[in-house]
């Protein structure tokens, strides 16, 4: 699973790449990127016609390219830019540090980068930056992989390729005609190319494939350099992004899709009759973890990616508190999954993979101050996230207004349901295998404090100002109180030892989960897209974590951009496989739908 980092050589303040002998960028790195790539590019000029501009790079690196654009357009236009790369050898942990040593002074949107960078996990990662304003989507992996995907999946063109891809010679794969064909059907009538290489077999390829080309007189940086127009066959077409969507739904689906909406310039509306933050979603003490697999499936994959995009995109917000988070052994994790996990994710080699640490017993007893007996996942990058704050705080955006009432369908807009399992409701979801599993955390005093991170295990204990929190119950049917109070208590009773606790309160509510446990996001009727509705519910006990990947993934197609997830995870969450399962072993037994259900 994990991939294999950029073997680098540092000369001052220049990177080297070992196994290709070439350097990243010369030594007056910003300047050569405007030269080379930002101005023949026309980008400056574009963005005061258009509202959005979509950049793709082959060659991710140290993101200079990215981060000069990035720093450029925030500062000197209000245009939005969707800024996609490919990297087969992304850095480490280390080298992002001094990458960030060397640049911040002159580009302080490395700090933001550096923070989030992608962990060494092959796939697609994407950051936020400025409010919303610039998405950067990374392809780990091999350039010619990620480039198909990238033309299969994504509607809108793009109007600039960078090819930055180290000198041909060193590295041909950067460079095959196959990958020229993939630009070429990602290029409308004004999409440009420029690189700074004037390779006759560039020259020809990009021209071969419909590319205007002409050479760049670059000095003093290199001689010369190549840049073109697109003047091929069957241009594509912009997608027109709608101006207005419509949510079905309060919760942190619909908070969430709400916002990466309105962030990319979209009006929306969103209705629910029980207010903000209901069931699931009113939980004011969830942590942000992942309960992580290491086998290599969508599902893993699905768990990871969810993780690294919520723990990186809530950074931003209040109702995230990036404590870490302590993953103890329990029926969840046995001795033999804790060792196969760390082994898939690289978790005791703290330069690889700076988001899991494998610690002993002793050592994850020491970082969180409880008694541990056995070794433990640290999420560093973890968290307690007040899931109703943070609804709010989501639906607190100026393009956004909330409405307490049940809406209709509107027939004008693209529709989002996020209603829990009152999504059945809506037409043609009768049959979604969706039903209500309730839950309750229990509020404690203490005169000291019980654990100083988040600890997960049978249940989950988070420390608070007071005392601490334990949950999460997980009930087919609702219990009595006491008897959740028991049962969470028990849950975590091995963290306590001696502390005194005295009860303070309860809240309850129901997770929204599906027959096979997996979120349910895309849209309903894949075949008949148009006005087909897009839902976005199912999601269990991975509320913070998949609910923020869905809602990226939703709002991404809805615009015409690449969802950020693997077409294997996309297809894991379509709302269509209850409907195919149906059709192949009969529908069985869906439960009615309860009354609403109120704590
Ligand atoms: N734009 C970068 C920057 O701002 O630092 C510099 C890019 S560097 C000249 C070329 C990059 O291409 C390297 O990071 C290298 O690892 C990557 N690369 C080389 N072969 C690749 C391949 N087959 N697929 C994807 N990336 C590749």
């Not at 930055?164 to 060193?170: E, N, T």
């Amino acid at each position: 699973m994990p991939i294999t980092p950029a073997n680098i050589q540092w000369s001052g303040a220049q990177p080297l790449a070992r196994d290709f002998d070439d350097i990243y960028f010369s030594a007056d790195g910003i300047a050569e990127t405007a030269r080379v790539f930002i101005q023949p590019s026309g980008i400056l000029e574009r963005v005061q016609k258009q509202d959005t501009v979509c950049v793709a790079e082959l060659g991710f690196g140290t993101g200079l390219n990215f981060a000069v654009l990035a720093q450029t357009l925030i500062g000197q236009s209000n245009a939005r830019l969707q800024f996609i790369s490919f990297e087969k050898f992304p850095l480490t942990q280390g080298d992002w540090d001094k990458v960030l040593r060397e640049r911040r002074e002159a580009l302080p949107i490395y700090g933001e980068l550096v923070h989030q960078a992608p962990p060494l996990l092959p796939g697609w990662h994407q950051r936020i930056f400025a409010a919303g304003r610039v998405t950067l989507q990374v392809y780990h992996g091999d350039v010619a992989d990620g480039l198909a995907d990238l033309a299969a999946r994504q509607t809108n063109p793009v109007d600039a390729w960078f090819l930055d891809g180290f000198a041909p010679r060193k590295n041909p794969a950067m460079w095959a005609a196959q990958l020229y064909a993939h630009m070429a059907s990602l290029a409308h009538s004004t999409t440009t190319v420029a690189t700074f290489t004037a390779a006759g077999h560039v020259r020809r390829g990009l021209q071969n494939a419909g590319f205007h080309m002409r050479k760049v007189d670059q000095q003093p940086f290199k001689r010369e350099g190549l840049a073109g127009v697109y003047q091929g066959h069957a241009p594509r077409r912009a997608n027109i992004p709608p101006l207005r969507a419509v949510i079905h739904g309060a919760g942190m689906a619909g908070a969430f899709t709400a916002r990466h909406l309105a962030e990319a310039g979209v009006k929306v509306k969103v209705f629910d009759p029980n207010g903000i933050a209901q069931g699931a979603s009113s939980m004011s003490a969830t942590v942000l973890h992942s309960r992580l697999l290491a086998d290599g499936s969508a599902n893993a994959d699905l768990r990871s990616s969810a993780f690294h995009y919520a723990s990186t995109y809530l950074q931003r917000f209040k109702s995230f508190d990036s404590t870490g988070v302590m993953w103890v052994q329990g029926p969840n994790l046995d001795t033999a999954k804790l060792q196969r996990i760390s082994a898939a994710y690289q978790a005791t080699d703290a330069n690889q993979q700076a988001w899991i640490r494998h610690l002993s017993g002793a050592d994850a007893s020491d970082a969180c101050a409880a008694k541990i007996n056995a070794d433990a996942l640290y999420h560093p990058t973890g968290g307690v996230v007040d899931a109703k704050a943070l609804c709010a705080e989501l639906l607190g955006h100026g393009a956004i207004e909330v409405i307490p009432a049940a809406g209709p369908i509107d027939t004008t807009a693209p529709n989002i349901v996020c209603a829990a399992t009152a999504t059945r409701r809506f037409p043609g979801c009768e049959g979604l295998e969706i039903t209500n599993v309730h839950g309750q955390l229990d509020w404690y005093d203490s005169a000291r404090p019980v654990v100083h991170m988040p600890v997960v295990g049978n249940g989950y204990l988070v420390p608070t100002a007071a005392g601490c929190v334990l949950g999460a119950s997980y009930e087919q049917k609702p219990w009595h109180e006491d008897e959740a109070t028991a049962h969470n208590l028990q849950l975590n009773r091995h963290l306590l030892g001696d502390t005194k606790l005295s009860w303070k309160s309860r809240r309850r509510g129901a997770r929204c989960v599906s027959s096979d446990r997996t979120p349910v996001v895309g849209q309903l009727d894949s075949d008949n897209q148009g006005d087909a509705l897009w839902l976005h519910t199912g999601l269990g006990s991975m509320g913070t974590t998949a609910g923020l990947l869905g809602a990226a993934a939703v709002s991404a197609a809805i615009l015409g951009w690449l969802p950020p997830l693997a077409p294997e995870v996309a297809h894991l969450m379509r709302p269509g496989r209850f409907k195919e399962r149906q059709a192949r072993r009969g529908v069985r037994h869906i439960e009615p739908l309860e009354p609403e259900y109120r704590p």
